[in-house]
């Protein structure tokens, strides 16, 4: 799907820019996913965020580095994006607003620090400090419609409500 978009934008003279492309840090693999992107002749830039000196200099290694992956390369960094299942929310913010109120990217957000980051006390206190949660969902459906990746977003708000509530 994006490939198309990313196509025509070029046709256009429009610039695509990829943010968040290393999954909100659930990629580790920084410098093979930046390459991945980059060596894209659709994409314009990428912007990735970083919280340490180590992170922008492997992030500027990848941007001045314009070698293709090799096939390894390749299939080190699909494996690792495998990882993140079919149910990897990007927090684009294209499901609200939640008929109920409930911010549904943070609840994954959260998930992800539950499940990715061995931070479960912190990602629990925090959902329960929320007003509106996962648990609140009435699976109206509305941001399932709105969701351009097709998330079970019902189910996957179960999921956070069970581990987290």
Do not use: H
Not at 59 to 73: C, I, P, Q, V
Not at 84 to 93: A, D, M, S, V
Not at 106 to 131: C, E, H, V
């Amino acid at each position: 799907m994006g490939e198309r978009v990313f196509q025509k934008a070029k046709e256009r003279n429009i610039g695509v820019i990829v943010m968040k492309p290393l999954a909100g840090g659930a990629i580790s693999k920084g410098e093979l996913s930046l390459r991945f992107i980059l060596e894209n002749d659709n994409v314009t830039t990428a912007i990735p965020g970083m919280d340490s000196i180590e992170q922008v200099r492997e992030n500027t290694k990848a941007g001045s580095d314009r070698r293709l992956l090799t096939d390894d390369e390749r299939e080190e960094l699909n494996k690792e994006a495998k990882t993140l299942g079919e149910q990897f929310c990007r927090r684009c913010g294209y499901c609200a607003p939640c008929s109920v109120g409930i911010d549904i990217q943070s609840q994954f957000l959260l998930d992800g620090y539950y499940t990715r980051y061995n931070l479960q006390d912190w990602a629990i206190s925090r959902y329960k400090a929320m007003d509106v949660r996962a648990g609140d969902c009435i699976e109206c459906g509305d941001c399932e419609l709105r969701c351009p990746y097709d998330l079970p977003i019902i189910e996957m708000l179960k999921r956070v409500e069970s581990n987290l509530g």
